[in-house]
């Protein structure tokens, strides 16, 4: 009674609108006073420490995600990619998305990918009569590709608490992070075949000197994510060191390259980049607590027991497992998800032979998709305040975007493990 209890307490808290990190303390204070339990002694201890070097990533990568934000570091990659593309029908929107992918990849951040990309991309997409709607559909739901393509705040906490190599994590979603980025942008190309009025951006007449004046402006841009992902994945770097560098990059190419910010400016950034790392790391805190309180009441074999009383079929299995995580995602944001059901689900999709590196793709997927999807669906409401059309023009067209796109990726992600490891295995054997 005591674990429905909980539930149910975070389910209608959730759904009223409270705040993940309040309404799991809610859940520690009913445990503690109607169950009896010590819930000091779930405070996270052993490899799950808060004072671990791996979570001291997560507040760089918000502050280098914030100055990018505000520091127009996006600007020439997203003008290098309609120089490519704007003259063709749906080019605008392909550049968009491919956009939101490199800037995500950077951030690693979806809400700081939907800002920025989004108030850069719709001007251009208002003023070529693409149909707002389905224009502001299409960045919602490209924002979540900073989860899926390395570097990502996600994987670092899912290798933190599932032990597992955080360079193997990053690299599993790499493969499914490419292959949603191609549904998302054949199904934007399907929907835009009835719309008749686009104008396409005229090509450069002189299109070497264009693209040498744009490529110039654009490589301090271009090299923040090959000094991150290089010294990453060429061992030079830790991914917390990395996300050391990347601030310190960011901070004088916003300010004195491309003068998006000045130092003022930058201070703000500061101090509004030290209030979402305070509500990150104190929903971190309480979500831990709550999960292990999962662990040591053995809830994961309780959930094990009570999926194979259902089917003992590896599919059906990984098919239930799918349906818990969107429901998860559906009411929380993806950090908090994934806290919650990594060490729950973790178990379960090993007991049917899943690798927890293939986990990791497919959560990530999951994760992602969860953010777009209502009722919470968290981007898809901040879409609407960013792209200033309403949340139900955008809603029809985000839905086409999770069936045609965001679910196969997830399909195929779960189903053919490959796709998750693959490149693993090939880069680090």
Known sequence: MIIFGSILIICTLLLLG???????GAVLAFLAVMGGHDVAGY?????WRMDSVVLLAIPLFIIAGGI?????????LVAM???FIGHIKGGLSIAAVLASGVFGSIAGAANATLI????????HLRKANYPRGLSAALLVCSSPLGLLIPPSTSHILYAWVAQQSVLRAFLSTIIPGIILVVLLIIVNQICLRKHKDIKLMKRPENFGLALKTRSIKAFPAMMMPAIILGGIYGGVMTPTEAAGVAVLYAVPIAIYVYRGMTWKQFRETMLHSGVTIGVVMAMIFMVLIVSRFLIFEDIPAIAEELI??????PIVILLMVNLVMILVGMLMD???GLLLCTPLLLPIVQSVGMDPIHFAAVLGVNLGMANITPPTAPL??????????????ILKPTLLFIVFAWLPTLMLTTFIPQLALWVPNLLLG
């Open 308 to 313: 194979y009383s259902v089917s003992d079929d």
């Open 380 to 393: 898809l409401y901040l879409g609407a305040r960013v792209t200033e059309v309403p949340v139900n023009e």
């Open 68 to 76: 990018m934000e505000r520091g127009k570091i996006a600007a020439p």
């Open 81 to 83: 990619a309609e120089l």
């Open 334 to 336: 993806d950090i908090s």
């Open 43 to 47: 405070l996270p201890t052993g490899h």
């Open 18 to 24: 409270v705040s993940v990190h309040l309404a799991f």
């Open 116 to 123: 920025c990309i989004g108030s850069i991309m719709m001007p």
